[in-house]
């Protein structure tokens, strides 16, 4: 397993070659949790629960682009061109949204894997990105496309600014900006990531996103859960809203629905975590 | 605890052995360093060997029993042919190898002893079980109320009377002064000192003084149980810090119910480490105080937790700054060496500021 020091050298890597360029990148994802983890520790702030779990190990950069990015895609073209450059592949099936770069000796263990994803499909309406429910698809191509997330409605709002400071792979010191999504938004990803996996053989990934919404409240300051209980004002009618509600009181309701047995079933889950809490939370942000 | 007329009593019967060591009683009292009497000599014997033994018997078990015992066959001088041996109703096998070191034998009433006589006998067994585990009058001096007499150490190391000590724990209580809880008594101070003398944390001779701050603070650690919680309420109140303490303490002084911040709530005051925004209260009645105190309960962001609780240890030598009562440098580690790894290294910093 890939460890968060070596995702977060790959990551000042891409950002390097990206240095003076229009991209800017939304972290989502276990990376981007962890990141969240560590800005909130480091600046030390009330946060919605006082007891964290361990960071989860992860693989992936989930890499959210904003869909101006996609509409105007001349500005995307370096992004294409950096993951080429630092030995990234594609993914067979999810070319142009998907790649990898193999471990040493081209384990897959070891392997990164970027995932290049976007805002809502209604947000590409009247402009030249075409969209299907897997792939956003720049025009002219410029050999990279997103995967929307419907869910994601919020993408663009609340985003958190944090700078990454450390000694690129490639290149000399870098102190680079990177946006983590609003906890609202991560919220309303993992639910349905949550839901999309309740029906697999292997329950770790259900696991893994229990635990991720749990992380991504515990670190919730002040100011971000306002903010999410005024997009939960705003958006109650949006379907996405409506079915999280209805997910939240399927699966985080009490102690022996799926989503919270997951979350205690997770390698992560300690005693001491707040789940009380945490599932008084769910519901007063996703009311059914 | 046995009496060290009956524990001799044993050893005249023949009731003590070291298997395979039996050991025969020679005669009682024997004078040594002109007025000193060790309490008896005996013969060890297993097949063809023998060997004599003056022995000094303790009927305590306690390490300064231990102690004293030891140092007194050190510095013995015993009848030739005799080697040292030591009595005590329970050996610790720290103890045994103790003895071991110092070439001195030892045996208890447990089974437990270490018999060492070069080129005659050498027996070491461990692993007996402890039949007579302390009844000390307070059950553990390191817990609780009586922890107070402990930890009023770590305020003056040294003190002239019990007397004083005992003034100086209620004067340091704010529920005693402030709330008429009932002072500590002088009986109570008494026997928690006779204890910190047996475990050889406190020395009394002309003064009580403190001997071992670090083992008094582990024990101290080691014992620690959270106070009784009646309850606990977490509140929005103001924004700021400054006009909320100040809010805190005109209600205290108003209500005449005396309010201390909790110990990890201090932590700030004698260590760099920047808790969370919600400041904790420990308070002996919440009713009149949430009559009055303006804001909402709210488990969202809370700037106030007030938790309800008369343990007076909480209260104990808490400090004024800037008008407010802060939880003792004492308390502050107890709470942090309870808590998580982060706590726990913070507490060292703590430690340093006790023991400057």
Same mark, same amino acid.
């Given at each position: 397993m890939i460890t968060m020091p070596v995702l977060q050298t790959e990551l000042l890597d891409l950002l390097y070659e990206l240095h003076g360029t229009d991209v800017k990148l939304i972290i989502g994802g276990g990376f981007g949790i962890y990141l969240k983890t560590d800005y909130v520790r480091r600046i030390k702030v009330q946060t919605l629960l006082t007891q964290w779990p361990e960071p989860r190990s992860t693989n992936d950069l989930d890499l959210f682009l904003r869909p101006e990015l996609l509409i105007e895609p001349a500005k995307l073209k370096p992004l294409a061109e950096a993951i080429t450059r630092l030995g990234y592949k594609v993914v067979k099936g999810a070319e142009k949204y998907q790649f990898v770069k193999p471990g040493r000796g081209g384990d897959k263990a070891g392997s990164i894997k970027i995932d290049i994803l976007t805002g809502?499909?209604?947000?590409?309406?009247?402009? #030249?990105v075409r969209t299907d429910s897997r792939r956003a698809r720049p025009n002219p191509s410029v050999g990279i496309h997103a995967h929307p997330v419907d869910e994601a409605l919020t993408l663009e709002e609340g985003l958190l600014s944090v700078f990454l400071d450390e000694k690129s792979g490639t290149g000399g010191p870098m102190h680079a900006e990177v946006f983590l999504p609003q906890p609202y938004t991560f919220l309303m990803m993992k639910l349905f990531a949550f839901r999309d996996r309740i029906?697999?053989?292997?329950?770790e990934f259900g696991r893994y996103h229990a635990l991720d919404l749990y992380t991504i409240l515990a670190t919730t300051i002040e100011s971000e859960w306002k903010q999410a209980l005024r997009f939960r004002d705003r958006y109650r009618d949006d379907s996405h809203v409506v079915e999280a509600g209805r997910l939240v009181v399927k699966f985080?309701?009490?102690?022996?629905s799926l989503g919270m047995i997951r979350l205690r079933e997770s #390698?992560?889950?300690?005693?001491?975590?707040?789940l009380g809490e945490f599932m008084s939370a769910m519901q007063e942000l996703f009311p059914a | 605890m046995p009496t060290k007329k009956e524990m001799l009593s044993q050893l005249i019967r023949g009731k003590i052995a070291l298997s395979p060591l039996s050991f025969r009683f020679l005669e009682g009292q024997l004078e040594i360093n002109g007025n000193r009497r060790l309490d008896a000599l005996v013969e060890a014997s297993w097949r063809k060997g023998k060997v004599k033994f003056a022995v000094e018997c303790k009927p305590l078990s306690t390490p300064k029993a231990f102690q004293d015992g030891l140092n007194l066959l050190k510095i013995s001088r015993l009848r030739k042919g005799y080697s040292p041996l030591l009595f005590l109703p329970f050996l610790n096998e720290r103890q045994l190898e103790e003895l071991e070191r110092e070439g001195i034998s030892g045996i208890d009433m447990c089974g437990n002893g270490v018999v060492v006589v070069p080129g005659i006998f050498a027996v070491f067994r461990s692993g007996g079980k402890n039949r007579f585990s302390s009844s000390a009058?307070?059950?553990?001096?390191?817990?609780?109320?009586?922890?107070m007499v402990g930890r009023v150490f770590f305020v003056r190391?040294?003190?002239?009377?019990v007397q004083e000590i005992c003034l100086e724990i209620n004067r340091r209580n704010l529920l005693v002064n402030s709330w008429n809880k009932k002072p500590m008594s002088l009986s109570t101070v008494s026997k928690a000192l006779k204890t910190l003398e047996e475990d050889l944390i406190i020395t009394r001779k002309d003064t009580i003084c403190l001997l071992q701050p670090d083992k008094l603070l582990e024990k101290l650690v080691k014992n620690y149980t959270p106070p009784n919680i009646k309850e606990r309420l977490r509140l929005k109140v103001l924004e700021d810090r400054g006009p909320l303490l100040e809010l805190l303490m005109n209600l205290s002084q108003q209500l005449d119910t005396p309010l201390a911040a909790s110990g990890l709530s201090s932590v700030e005051k004698y260590a760099v480490m920047q808790r969370g925004d919600m400041l904790s209260v420990y308070c002996p009645c919440l009713e009149k105080l949430l009559k009055l105190l303006p804001g909402s309960q709210t488990d969202r962001f809370p700037n106030l937790e007030l938790i309800e609780t008369d343990d007076k240890t909480v209260f104990f030598d808490s400090r004024n700054d800037r008008d407010f009562w802060w939880a003792s440098p004492v308390q502050v580690y107890l709470e942090l060496m309870a808590g998580d790894k982060r706590d726990k290294e913070t507490a060292e910093q703590v430690m340093s500021y006790i023991f400057e």
């Amino acid at each position: 397993m890939i460890t968060m020091p070596v995702l977060q050298t790959e990551l000042l890597d891409l950002l390097y070659e990206l240095h003076g360029t229009d991209v800017k990148l939304i972290i989502g994802g276990g990376f981007g949790i962890y990141l969240k983890t560590d800005y909130v520790r480091r600046i030390k702030v009330q946060t919605l629960l006082t007891q964290w779990p361990e960071p989860r190990s992860t693989n992936d950069l989930d890499l959210f682009l904003r869909p101006e990015l996609l509409i105007e895609p001349a500005k995307l073209k370096p992004l294409a061109e950096a993951i080429t450059r630092l030995g990234y592949k594609v993914v067979k099936g999810a070319e142009k949204y998907q790649f990898v770069k193999p471990g040493r000796g081209g384990d897959k263990a070891g392997s990164i894997k970027i995932d290049i994803l976007t805002g809502p499909q209604n947000r590409f309406e009247g402009t #030249s990105v075409r969209t299907d429910s897997r792939r956003a698809r720049p025009n002219p191509s410029v050999g990279i496309h997103a995967h929307p997330v419907d869910e994601a409605l919020t993408l663009e709002e609340g985003l958190l600014s944090v700078f990454l400071d450390e000694k690129s792979g490639t290149g000399g010191p870098m102190h680079a900006e990177v946006f983590l999504p609003q906890p609202y938004t991560f919220l309303m990803m993992k639910l349905f990531a949550f839901r999309d996996r309740i029906d697999d053989t292997d329950k770790e990934f259900g696991r893994y996103h229990a635990l991720d919404l749990y992380t991504i409240l515990a670190t919730t300051i002040e100011s971000e859960w306002k903010q999410a209980l005024r997009f939960r004002d705003r958006y109650r009618d949006d379907s996405h809203v409506v079915e999280a509600g209805r997910l939240v009181v399927k699966f985080f309701s009490s102690l022996d629905s799926l989503g919270m047995i997951r979350l205690r079933e997770s #390698s992560y889950y300690r005693l001491e975590l707040q789940l009380g809490e945490f599932m008084s939370a769910m519901q007063e942000l996703f009311p059914a | 605890m046995p009496t060290k007329k009956e524990m001799l009593s044993q050893l005249i019967r023949g009731k003590i052995a070291l298997s395979p060591l039996s050991f025969r009683f020679l005669e009682g009292q024997l004078e040594i360093n002109g007025n000193r009497r060790l309490d008896a000599l005996v013969e060890a014997s297993w097949r063809k060997g023998k060997v004599k033994f003056a022995v000094e018997c303790k009927p305590l078990s306690t390490p300064k029993a231990f102690q004293d015992g030891l140092n007194l066959l050190k510095i013995s001088r015993l009848r030739k042919g005799y080697s040292p041996l030591l009595f005590l109703p329970f050996l610790n096998e720290r103890q045994l190898e103790e003895l071991e070191r110092e070439g001195i034998s030892g045996i208890d009433m447990c089974g437990n002893g270490v018999v060492v006589v070069p080129g005659i006998f050498a027996v070491f067994r461990s692993g007996g079980k402890n039949r007579f585990s302390s009844s000390a009058p307070i059950k553990n001096i390191y817990r609780k109320n009586s922890s107070m007499v402990g930890r009023v150490f770590f305020v003056r190391s040294g003190y002239d009377t019990v007397q004083e000590i005992c003034l100086e724990i209620n004067r340091r209580n704010l529920l005693v002064n402030s709330w008429n809880k009932k002072p500590m008594s002088l009986s109570t101070v008494s026997k928690a000192l006779k204890t910190l003398e047996e475990d050889l944390i406190i020395t009394r001779k002309d003064t009580i003084c403190l001997l071992q701050p670090d083992k008094l603070l582990e024990k101290l650690v080691k014992n620690y149980t959270p106070p009784n919680i009646k309850e606990r309420l977490r509140l929005k109140v103001l924004e700021d810090r400054g006009p909320l303490l100040e809010l805190l303490m005109n209600l205290s002084q108003q209500l005449d119910t005396p309010l201390a911040a909790s110990g990890l709530s201090s932590v700030e005051k004698y260590a760099v480490m920047q808790r969370g925004d919600m400041l904790s209260v420990y308070c002996p009645c919440l009713e009149k105080l949430l009559k009055l105190l303006p804001g909402s309960q709210t488990d969202r962001f809370p700037n106030l937790e007030l938790i309800e609780t008369d343990d007076k240890t909480v209260f104990f030598d808490s400090r004024n700054d800037r008008d407010f009562w802060w939880a003792s440098p004492v308390q502050v580690y107890l709470e942090l060496m309870a808590g998580d790894k982060r706590d726990k290294e913070t507490a060292e910093q703590v430690m340093s500021y006790i023991f400057e």
